[in-house]
């Protein structure tokens, strides 16, 4: 495997596994601004979480006081006829792992899903409300948070919403990209939840890590939610991105049963925030404030390259 490190002379050593994801790439871009972490990413290719013997090695090398466990399986559709490799790898790894972590006294930190929630009600959703997956996918990440919080580490959880950014495969990407060769696109309207940057996110697990490096938390305070504040539908989210991008193209609301997805979708997934932000003493910033600032980051690239 091949660590790559930003420093030589820091203090705390942060591990991310997913380096190439939305949120380690992120991570990746932002590590400038945390001078007191010595960063290493390892990408899927150089750490299979599925692999016992990678992931020890990985963490009995680096010697981490964090890891930031961002890989995972992600396709959510597709994970009804995966059940597989996505419960392996969202779940049954990410607990071995959680496991190594307790080993080698790492605290762990695991990102985890609005999808563990199914809510029709109009209401947000607070870290305490019971969990009542339904999908593969959603199944997968509440059993890994179970997992991880029961393997004896130092770990916390981290849950959040409708994640995109200006790297990786996400809706604002595909939106701008269907836009190119489509005078029309149709959206879903009435599945509900907060649009996420990625990068406010990884800015925000930075600033958890350098308050728990100082205070251990409370064990009332294993689970975390996160998001960007406001709540919109898919159709909102994809009107909103084309007015700041100046695209002329007709956006057609539609209904979750007329998109026919494979898998199931949270009618209503809008994260209660108070905890964190009461935490850190910072308030989350607005999904369309997120948009602007992703959206000036993804139109500085050629529309080739979107």
Partial sequence: MAFISSSLTMVARILINGANGQLGKELRSIQYAFPNFEFYFLSK???????????TYAIKSIRPNFLIHAAAYTKVDDAEHEMDQCMELNAYASGRIAHICQEYKVRMIYLSSDYVFHQHEPHLIPESQAKNPVGIYAKSKSLGEDLVLQS???????????????????????????????????????????????????ETILHLITKWQSQSLLPEYPVFHFSNSGICSWYDFAKEIFQIAQI???????STQEFGAKAPRPPFSGLDCT?????????????????HRCLDQLLKFSKEEL
Avoid at 45 to 55: P, R, V
Avoid at 248 to 254: E, F, K, T
């Fill in 152 to 202: 004896g580490a130092e770990s916390l959880i981290i849950r959040t919403s409708w994640l995109y950014s200006s790297e990786g495969n996400n809706f604002v990407k595909t939106m701008l990209r269907l836009s190119k060769s489509m005078h029309s696109i149709r959206v879903v309207n009435d599945q509900l939840g907060s649009p996420t940057y990625a990068r406010d996110l990884a």
């Fill in 248 to 254: 002329d193209v007709c956006v057609l609301p539609i």
């Fill in 45 to 55: 290719t150089e750490w299979n979480i599925a692999d016992d013997h990678q992931s």
């Fill in 275 to 291: 905890k964190i932000e009461n935490f850190l003493d910072m308030p989350c910033d607005s999904w369309r404030s997120g948009l």
